[in-house]
């Protein structure tokens, strides 16, 4: 279900903040979609929901407030700072300034003053300044004023926040004072360009978090120290599964043979799942021209992030995205009601120009794997494909998490803010509808008689809005709803799981588009021969196989599902009489099936077994004469444990284990 809040009535004219006296742990206050501070006076009588400090969106404005706090220690510190921006993050915020390089012991400096200052509980003030009054507020700082003179229309007002002598330019909201911020922490510093360009300024980054109390600081930084040691670059180097050459292939990962067949095995049951649920594979190429990419909107939505280029004088770009090709394979005969739906499939690569100092292993590399699929549908399919979607991410989920805990977040289109959306407008001079994106367009003017007056039509949205909650409820499933972040062209839930360490991590995706099948005028033939409108529906299942990747491999600290780890099993001989014997064991299990191998180094056994372990087999067997007489095996687990047994036991509970995919 969707998740449901209690609401407060206030009064117009009335402070949120005593509207909700009384009520312990509120920093802020919600009206529909608007966030309040407790300071703000109510326009009008409505109901709000109070904002909880420990509530996701109370978190999310006390890091804020902790970007505010440390740029205000930098300039206490070094008065010819000059700050950019401090947006709040998944798991703290940071701060850009224009400034010289920040070494570990100034970084020490700073925090000490944070915490001085947030030991104060010094009073964090609203004020609203007109667009003239904030270009004097911030004229000795080229990146405020910049913002203000993109952000702010002529005759228009923003608001500041000031904190003692500090002063930042933002819409909020932000804690009533310091005293929150007193469990705060940097925790590290890099490099940033002004505005995500190489050819403009060199900022310091500098990244902190901030929580409600030092316990859940404390418990964070632990939890912090526990995945960098799981770190997915570090383990994936140890196992041999991939690399990365910043000089040849800077951000492209390259699989060794251990990190295929993790790819491989991921593919084979993936292909297994889209079989029984009618998903046909299907192959695209890699480029195409670059017409493609204007006709499905990516041009207008990527283009700054796309591979693009020139030959014999066409433009072409490397796919971002696969869907303009299944789109291309579907619309090559008409299909009648009767025959949909049809369902494509493909482990689609596809390429981003991601900044440089945003690359970051296979978390965010440059070229990735989805596990794509999309299905061209009538209307009334659509909620019944998505109910099979999510059995399918609910099945696989199983498999790849040893106890998987999903989080499904329905993400839909602001209707207050939708330029960044493909929308229908509606001519109010001939009636044309025509879809378009007000922030690729510019000023949007009718394609017909080239008026202005457009008027935004949410009809499509709200009919895909409606579906996808439909699927969600039908299939018992808790939701939440975030407006504004939908994709360009639709409404889509967006699923993530949690890893052993308690981290949120992003994996699969349904989302629903009316647009782009418009755009490229695909339709069927109804029961009564009229051509109808064609419905798709997006999803990835994994998300990507790069992604799902690293949160595995972090997640189980590189002891993977023995149906996907690339050494199921390493047998060890004790001694040249015991190799034999190995040798054998080995040919039986190879031909089940079972990546099997056979050590037969010099080492001592104690070493040997030291230097398998960063191979993280899944089994490592140990024989000797003892177990040359018995028919035995010693049986060493991932978690060390040990246990003898005759071979054919064992060659049956791998067997088995690999062939229902268990987790452990």
């Known amino acids: 279900m969707e998740e449901k809040r209690t609401r407060f009535s206030v009064k117009k004219g009335e402070k949120f903040g005593d509207a909700l006296s009384g009520h312990d ?25 109070p904002i909880l400090l420990n509530s996701e969106e109370g978190i999310m404005i006390l890091r804020h407030s902790g970007a505010h706090l440390l740029a205000q220690s930098v300039l206490q510190l070094f008065p010819k700072a000059l700050p950019n921006a401090g947006p709040p993050t998944e798991d ?15 970084l020490t400096q700073i925090e000490k003053r944070m915490h001085d200052i947030a030991s104060k509980k010094i009073p964090i003030v609203k004020k609203m300044l007109n667009k ?4 004097r507020k911030f004229g000795g700082n080229k990146f405020k004023s910049e913002r203000i003179a993109e952000k702010i229309p002529d005759g228009g007002k923003s608001t500041v926040y000031e904190q003692a002598e500090f002063t930042d330019f933002c819409t909020g909201p932000h804690v009533p004072h310091t005293g929150y911020l007193m469990a705060s922490k940097l925790l590290s510093v890099s490099s940033a ?24 600081l ?38 060794t043979p251990n990190g295929t067949i993790i790819r491989n095995e991921l593919m084979k049951y993936m292909r297994e799942l889209n079989s029984s649920r009618g998903w046909e594979e299907v192959t695209t190429p890699h480029v195409f021209k670059d017409e493609i990419w204007r006709k499905s909107g990516h041009f207008a939505k990527y283009k700054p992030n796309m591979f693009v280029f020139d030959l014999n004088g066409d433009g072409y770009g490397i796919k971002p995205m696969n869907c303009p090709g299944h789109i291309t394979i579907f619309d090559r005969k008409v299909y009648s009601y009767r025959d949909l739906p049809v369902r494509y499939s493909e482990f689609g690569t596809v390429y981003r120009y991601e900044k440089s100092g945003e690359v970051g292993g296979l978390t965010r590399p440059r070229m990735f794997t989805i596990d794509d699929g999309h299905a061209f549908l009538r209307l009334d399919q659509v909620v019944e494909e998505i109910l099979s979607i999510l059995e399918m991410v609910k099945e696989s989920s199983s498999k790849l998490f040893e106890e998987p805990e999903l989080a499904f977040n329905l993400s839909l289109i602001d209707k207050q803010n939708p330029d960044n959306f493909l929308i229908s407008y509606k001519c109010a001079n001939c009636g044309t509808v025509t879809e378009m994106r007000k922030a690729a367009e510019g000023e949007i003017k009718c394609p017909s008689c080239s008026s202005e007056r457009l008027s935004p039509d949410f009809t499509k949205w709200d009919d895909a809005s409606n579906s996808l909650r439909e699927a969600l409820k039908r299939a018992g499933l808790s939701y939440r709803e975030f407006p504004g972040d939908a994709a360009f062209y639709g409404p889509k839930i967006d699923i993530k799981a949690r890893d052993a360490i308690r981290r ?30 064609i419905i798709m529906l997006h999803r990835a299942v994994y998300g990507s196989f790069e992604r799902i990747m690293a949160i595995m491999i972090e997640g189980s600290a590189g002891k993977l599902p023995t149906w996907l780890s690339p050494h199921q099993v390493i047998i060890v001989p004790v001694n040249d009489s015991s190799s034999g014997y190995a040798e054998k064991i080995n040919a039986d299990l190879l031909s089940h099936g079972i990546r099997s191998s056979v050590d037969n180094s010099n080492d001592t056994v104690s070493k040997k077994i030291r230097t398998l372990h960063s191979l993280r087999p899944s089994y490592i067997l140990v024989v000797g004469q003892k177990e ?13 444990s040990q246990e003898k047994m005759p071979f054919k ?14 987790f452990s």
């Open 218 to 255: 404390d418990e964070f930084l632990e939890l912090r120290e526990e995945a960098a040691k799981r770190d997915h670059r570090k383990l994936g180097q140890e196992m041999d599964l991939y690399l990365f050459n910043s000089e040849l292939a800077p951000g492209f990962p390259l699989y």
């Open 628 to 640: 040359v007489d018995e028919g035995s095996v010693t049986v060493r687990r991932k978690d060390n």
């Open 504 to 533: 949120e991590w992003q994996i699969s995706t349904i989302q629903v588009d009316f647009f782009m099948p418009a755009n490229f005028g695909l339709y069927y033939v109804s029961a009564d021969g009229k051509k109808e409108p």
């Open 649 to 662: 036991d064992f060659a049956k509970m791998v067997n088995d284990e690999i062939r229902e995919r268990r």
């Open 25 to 49: 742990g509120v920093i802020a206050a919600k009206v529909g979609q608007t966030l309040h501070d407790l300071s703000d006076v109510s326009a009008e009588d409505s109901n709000c929901t």
């Open 92 to 106: 703290g915020f940071y701060y850009d300034i224009f400034m010289d390089p920040v070494s570990s012991e100034t």
């Open 193 to 216: 360009y002004y505005k995500g360009d190489e050819n403009l300024e060199k900022m310091v980054r500098i990244y902190g978090t901030v929580f409600p109390t030092r316990k859940e």
């Open 132 to 135: 003239e009054e904030l270009l």
